[in-house]
């Protein structure tokens, strides 16, 4: 079979996996990052240093660029429900076009609210005033965070739901619909994400700095408070990856079966940790497995059950390649930044944290691993949820709209092409902007420097032509 005899599903599902893989990255970042900037001006107005004026503005500029990149990209995203999901969008509708809609009306009305003022209002609010104003665009980071894994989570795991006369799902007790089973341990588990991987970014433009021999005072502080926030994340992330495990054990059985690798089920399971899945031959060939360590992980128990995969229906199986390899990539990464942490925890102990070395090499390559971490675990979520968009109550195959073949392609490739120049061009100038490092900060007042509306206006017009004129 050739590449243009992909079915149109399949070309459906490939181009909304590429749009959310592109978005998912910003929102991760500017929610790790809005949080780091309203620790960054809390420390300001505590000890009065400017130190950390000097890296919240430099952060600033950054997270002003990825908020508008995440925007962009999301807004995109509510179109490709009916462009390729039509079917999905009529039956879903009446659960999650509310829940999508109080994100909306809550979390982005608030993070764009008061973002104007983040930006632009140091010298023109009161000091508690700007404070505000920053930590209620990290709030809004997170409402938003909320909303988008509520709708994401029921989908997972639905509840609170009836079925209409017309085939729709409907709300029947809206508790359970947003605070569904799956979705407190989705959401610890994205915002430690979103942490750990703005620390990893912090740490890696440090880092860099550090081997190019820039380091000022802002570099190190900046870079010591990354690696102690890998040191504490990283681990916090596995205990909660953990938890999050158990719960779908409980609620999708099939997903832990295809992330495991097994396909039957046995007490005492070992954990694979490397193997080649064959699905035509039901087994995972040339494995490397570590006895009962399955059992132990997913039960707590030693001769604990873990469910194979050959003991479902074919039809109601995931790919268990794709989700297999994913979450091994996923794991490997989350241990790899324990171990960073541990890692510079150990180097700041000994007071050599910023002497340049190979740990600052390590991590600038790992600068980017909680972004790659973030993709993984989101393909090991929505593959192991195959066939179903709703979990076990209505199919992928049910959920795409009526497109022509030549029409999913189109579609799919003018994304790749729009978007690798976009989001190429925007990810090239953050780049720039972290390796300029922070700069000198200006004088900070702390009262309003003119009124706003048309008499600010005037009065700052004012005040230019009489320095102007000073001057001349």
Known sequence: MSIFDIPTLDLARAQFAFVVSAHIVFPAFSIGTASYLMVLEALRMITGKEVFLRIFEFWKH????????????????SYEFGLNFAHF????????????????????????????????????VNKWIY???????????LLSAFWILSVNSWM??????????????????????????????????????????????????????????TADDAVRTMFRMAVAMILVTAPIQIFAGDQHGLNTLEHQPAKIAAMEGHWETSKGAGLILFGIPNPSQ??????????????????????????????????????????????RIMVGLGFAFAAIGLWGGWLMWRKRLHEPGLFHKMALV???????????????TEFGRQPYTV????????????????????????????YAFLFGSGTFYLLRLMRRGPESAEPVENTPQRAGGVAGAMLANDVTTEKEEAHV
């Open 89 to 124: 969008s009529d039956k879903a509708g009446p659960v999650i076009g509310p829940l999508m809609g109080y994100e909306v009306m809550t979390a982005f009305f608030l993070e764009a609210g008061f973002l104007g003022i983040m930006l632009f209002g140091r010298n023109r």
């Open 156 to 213: 997972q795991t639905p509840a609170g739901f009836a079925m209409n006369d017309v085939g729709q799902f409907i709300p029947k007790d809206w508790w359970e619909v947003i605070f569904n089973p799956s979705l407190p341990y989705r959401f610890v588990h994205m915002v430690l994400a979103a942490y750990l991987t703005t620390a990893l970014v912090v740490a890696g433009v440090g880092a860099w700095h550090h081997i190019k021999g």
């Open 282 to 327: 039901e087994r995972t060939d040339y494995k490397i497995e570590v006895p009962y360590a399955s059992s132990l992980i997913l039960t707590h128990s030693l001769d604990g059950e873990v469910p194979g995969l050959g003991d479902f229906p074919a039809n109601e199986r995931p790919p268990m390649t794709i989700v297999f390899f994913t979450f």
């Open 131 to 141: 404070m505000f104003a920053v930590t209620m665009v990290a709030f809004g980071t």
């Open 391 to 418: 979990y076990g109550h209505f199919t992928t195959a049910e959920s795409v709209s009526n497109l022509s073949h030549g029409a999913a392609w189109a579609a799919l490739i003018g994304f790749v092409v729009v």
């Open 62 to 77: 950054i997270f002003a660029v990825v908020f508008g990149m995440g925007v962009v990209s999301g807004v995109v995203m």
């Open 366 to 380: 790992f600068a980017p691993g909680g972004f790659l971490a973030i993709i993984m675990g989101w393909f090991t």
